[in-house]
């Protein structure tokens, strides 16, 4: 199985690069550009990443993200994930970055999608791994900080596929942004947002009817309305789930009770995915293998969670056919 799952051709669709910020990584960042961290070790560093909930992770997230100052501060980032795809065959990744993360710091727009652009570009080059940008609006701001970051990215918006919604869900509903995804929509960008992660099924209604987004990210909580899990396959819109996230995070106890072999029975369409793999405890196949162990999943099942991300993807017809052939032929051979 665990062969299987690592030759298995797939797209992860539930990244956020500044998650990817492996501690090695951050303190030789940190060491180069002059940045004192508040902790002595790499060890040290790692034993502080235990939360209870999705506040306590944001923390120290945004505190690691400090030493990014940059373009080659990003582009080595961006360029370490875009390895570790190769290396788990991941043929095509969307990847979330947080632009507020950093202009607030004084970092420049610019400096950053600069950086990630020309690790994309390399990795398509060198690799043969694909991806894409999702520029993501942090919740906890407001809307006129949203707006700014849209009009910072319209000299980049062809570097910039689609537009998502993350960082502290409750008390940051869907509807504080409604204007700038209708904003973001206008200049090409395609909406996609978290919801349903601690939030409750009415901020994933929300996300669809005033966002009209595309994809969920996290989706947990739309098992708690049966009306909701019908309009969701109705629209044909596919949950991004991020198993050892939601542990992590306490949005789930224990995988064995992992809501995915649930929502897949009950015809939702879901893909999965690592989230903030540095944080977390694993890259995307550590969580495939995590989630098949605990449900027992066969490899049906991870043929259809591949489809999916394939499926799913913000990619063209034709682009998809090609990723879907290449599994097909793959799932044929080995199943
Ligand atoms: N949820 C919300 N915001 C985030 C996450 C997440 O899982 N990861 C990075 N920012
Ligand atoms: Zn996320």
């Given at each position: ?5 690592l ?42 990443y ?19 100052l ?7 980032l ?8 190769a ?25 950053v ?19 894409l ?35 502290s ?31 409750d ?60 072999k649930t ?33 027992a ?17 913000l990619?063209?017809p ?18």
């Amino acid at each position: 199985m665990e062969d299987f799952i690592l030759n298995l051709p797939k797209a992860e669709l539930h990244l956020h690069i500044e998650g990817t910020l492996e501690p090695t990584l951050l303190f030789e960042i940190a060491k180069r550009n002059g940045i004192e961290i508040p902790f002595k070790s790499v060890e040290e560093l790692q034993a502080a990443y235990s939360f209870d909930c999705l506040q306590d992770f944001l923390d120290i997230y945004y505190q690691g993200a400090n030493v990014l100052l940059k373009e080659q501060d990003f582009y080595d980032l961006t360029h370490s994930y875009l390895e570790k795809c190769a290396a788990q065959n991941v043929r095509h990744t969307e990847i979330m970055f947080d632009p507020q993360t950093h202009t607030e710091r004084g970092v420049s727009f610019e400096t950053v999608i600069t950086g990630i652009a020309k690790a994309q570009k390399d990795a398509q080059d060198k690799l043969g791994v694909s991806s894409l940008l999702i520029m993501s609006y942090l919740r906890h701001l407001s809307e006129a900080s949203a707006f700014e970051t849209l009009e910072q990215s319209l000299p980049f918006k062809e570097l910039i596929t689609a537009v998502g919604l993350d960082s502290s869900e409750k008390g940051n509903p869907p509807s504080k942004f409604q204007r700038v995804f209708k904003a973001s929509v206008s200049v090409g960008y395609i909406p996609l947002a978290h919801a349903g992660e601690e939030g409750d099924a009415d901020y994933i209604w929300e996300a669809l009817e005033l966002l009209n987004i595309k994809r969920i990210d996290h989706g947990n909580n739309s098992l708690q309305d049966s009306k909701l899990v019908a309009e969701i396959i109705k629209r044909d819109i596919a949950l991004t789930v991020c198993p050892l996230s939601n542990t992590a995070l306490k949005v789930v106890d224990d995988l064995r009770n992992h809501p995915l072999k649930t929502m897949m029975n009950k015809g939702l369409k879901v893909t999965v995915n690592s989230d903030d793999p540095a944080y977390f405890g694993g890259q995307i196949n550590k969580n495939f293998s995590a989630i098949q162990k605990a449900l027992a999943l066969t490899k049906e099942d991870l043929y259809e969670l591949a489809k999916n991300s394939f499926q799913y993807a913000l990619l063209s017809p034709d682009r998809k056919t090609t990723f879907l052939t290449e599994l097909e032929a793959y799932y044929t051979k080995n199943k």
